[in-house]
């Protein structure tokens, strides 16, 4: 009896015409907050577009990609994004020189030789490694590897692109280890029993076969470490110093899109001025660089899933 | 057979014997690389933890920020970040679990489904302080919303969206089929399968994928930047609780705030270096946080996995 009660609460005894009603409201329900997804991908286009034309209003395209001096809050304000392109891409640079080799060897030894055991359990914790909220690494790089490496490279400037680049490659490590795992797990058992029948070691069998194998879903966790390198802010923002600076050069202070944003940001900035703008016109191009390289790894990690 | 084509006995023991080797210590050197990066982890957390140790005390976490290192505290930081906090999961909860059923129980396969997938995968793949700038242009300018504490969870609720969508899919996935085809055997519609049998089984999941979102949420410092939140409050907003009818108000969501991860960016960046123990502290602890929620993530996932034989 109680039950019957429980169910009719339920709506269990309701018409099959009303059930079916609130099965297609809910769904509408369902599906709206599944559009709040494409909802957010063209806000962000059409607030940057939107903004970001306001700000094409007052600079050149040409200036904006060919003068190499980004002064926007000066008097005699200059708008050239390369300095500020020049200090993403070599902190993005330092960073996989440190995350590329690290992830993938990582990768390989937790796929090809570590027991199971073993990798159920370091897996979660390395990915610890991925959780430590940026600002504490931009504490790390400015106050612990900057004094580290200015003992081994004398005359090291206390804001610099090496340390925030090496910190960010640490912290993307685990990001690449395990998008790479995944990969080369996705290689078919039987393709590394041929190897190991023909007497290959475990090393021989990741390095000829597995790798290879995986090779597409590798570029994959590559391509898309770049993009979440040059997506960085906060370790580049505390450690790297905000000058524009026009530079490839590691050892020197620079600043990125990303910093330069944050720059901006800890002002009080008019709503409407051209600085407000210029840190609209910043993101559009950091943006449409982390666009392309998700992309490629997007196509390229569907790639390695369907290989096989 | 002429014998100096085929390898001599010694010459194939010894090439075994060097590959061998090398096997060795390359399973040598992964568990040093990765046992390295794991010893990066423990001296952070403990370096974080000797620099801040002089500030570790009751009155760090009841005293507003202050131009005295030894006075300044992080009370109007943790308020903040409690209430942000708050805000974020109360909208990424519902939006994400929504959309999550809609895709893995409702959508059908088409273009239409695909665009959404994608856009999913995408915004995982968008840096923070491009939600930041979202935030900036719409919630805090065109919404009206200031630079409040609504606008700063809102802002990090769409930034874990996807974390939320992508962890309650998967467990939605590993309900098994027979439990639906029971299910709608008997007659049940399909929102009645949903809600009275995929859904509590993947409990532990969507609260695993959670509590990972809020673990990333709580240290996010660059969106909240770009907002506009203020590194000197030395007030706290409203209280969302109080002792007359209705019993709650929603003044503090409208508050302007500060968060834990712009109070450590702050005394990061400053000269003087009495602060730098007070970042330290606050560093501490909020990495504490973060992987306490990540310890208790993990202990959720494992136990409801060990609880549930199909």
């Given amino acids: 009896m109680s039950q019957a009660r429980a169910l009719e609460s339920r709506g269990a005894f309701a018409s099959l015409k009303y059930r079916k009603n609130r099965d297609r409201a809910v769904e509408v329900v369902l599906l709206s907050a599944g559009l709040v997804a494409v909802f957010t991908t063209v806000a962000i286009v059409s607030i940057l577009l939107y903004e970001s034309s306001a700000f094409f209003a007052h600079v050149s395209i040409k200036d904006f990609l060919t003068d190499t001096t980004w002064t926007p809050l000066f008097a005699e304000a200059h708008f050239g994004i390369l300095p500020l392109v020049s200090g993403t891409l070599t902190v993005t640079f330092v960073a996989l020189l440190v995350a590329i080799p690290l992830g993938t060897i ?15 359990i370091l897996k979660p914790v390395l990915e610890l490694l991925g959780a430590v909220p940026t600002v504490v690494y931009g504490y790390f790089a400015l106050l612990m590897v900057t004094p580290l490496l200015q003992k081994l490279i004398p005359g090291l400037p206390g804001f610099n692109m090496l340390s925030a680049g090496l910190v960010i490659g640490l912290m993307i490590v685990p990001y690449i280890a395990s998008v790479s795992e995944d990969a080369m797990r996705a290689v078919p058992r039987y393709m590394r029993e041929g190897s190991y029948a023909m007497g290959a070691t475990r090393l021989q069998t990741a390095l000829r076969v597995v790798v290879p194998g995986a090779f597409s879903g590798l570029a994959a966790a590559y391509i898309l470490g770049i993009s979440r390198a040059i997506g960085e802010t906060m370790v580049v923002a505390i450690a790297a110093g905000m000058q524009p600076t026009f530079t490839f050069d590691p050892r020197q202070p620079a600043e990125t899109i990303t910093a330069f944003i944050v720059q901006v940001s800890l002002g ?6 051209i600085g407000y703008q210029s840190i609209f016109a910043a993101g559009l191009v950091l943006m449409l660089m982390t666009l ?12 390695f899933r369907e290989a096989y | 057979m002429s014998t100096d084509v085929l390898m001599t006995l010694e010459e194939i023991r010894s090439g075994v014997v060097s590959r061998k080797r090398f096997d060795k210590i390359f399973a040598l050197l992964g568990l040093l690389v990765l046992m390295s990066c794991l010893g990066v982890l423990a001296l952070l957390f403990f370096d974080l933890v000797r620099d801040g140790a002089s500030r570790f005390g009751w009155s760090f976490f009841t005293n507003f920020p202050s131009r005295k290192a030894e006075h300044a505290g992080i009370l109007s930081a943790w308020v903040g970040t409690s209430l942000i906090m708050l805000v974020t999961a109360l909208v990424a909860l519902p939006i994400g679990v929504a959309a999550a059923i809609y895709l893995e129980e409702y959508a059908p396969k088409n273009w239409f489904t695909g665009i959404i997938e994608i856009n999913v995968t995408n915004l995982a793949g968008v840096p923070s302080i491009v939600y930041g700038l979202l935030a900036l242009g719409l919630f805090v300018y065109k919404f009206g919303f200031g630079q409040s504490v609504l606008s700063a969870g809102l802002t990090l609720a769409l930034l874990i969206l996807p974390i939320v969508i992508v962890a309650t899919r998967e467990s939605l996935r590993s309900v098994p089929k027979a439990i639906r085809e029971a299910a709608y055997g008997l007659g049940a519609t399909r929102w009645e399968v949903t809600k009275d049998h995929v859904l509590p089984y993947s409990t532990g999941g969507i609260l695993t994928g959670l509590i990972l979102g809020l673990s990333r949420a709580i240290g996010e410092t660059a969106p909240i930047i770009t907002i506009g939140a203020l590194s000197f409050i030395a007030f706290l907003p409203p209280s969302p609780v109080n002792g007359h009818f209705p019993f709650l108000n929603f003044e503090w969501l409208t508050s302007e705030f500060t968060a834990m991860p712009i109070q450590m960016f702050n005394w990061v960046s400053r000269p003087d270096q009495a602060f730098q123990a007070n970042a330290a502290a606050a560093g501490a602890i909020l990495l504490g946080m973060t992987l306490l929620m990540n310890g208790i993530a993990i202990v959720i996932r494992y136990r409801f996995r060990k609880k549930i034989n199909w």
């Fill in chain 1, 292 to 303: 392309v390289f998700n992309l490629i790894g997007f196509f390229l990690t569907r790639r």
């Fill in chain 1, 268 to 273: 009080d900035l008019p709503h409407g001025s």
């Fill in chain 1, 106 to 120: 990582i990768a390989i030894y937790l796929s090809e030789f570590a027991p199971h055991r073993a990798r159920e």
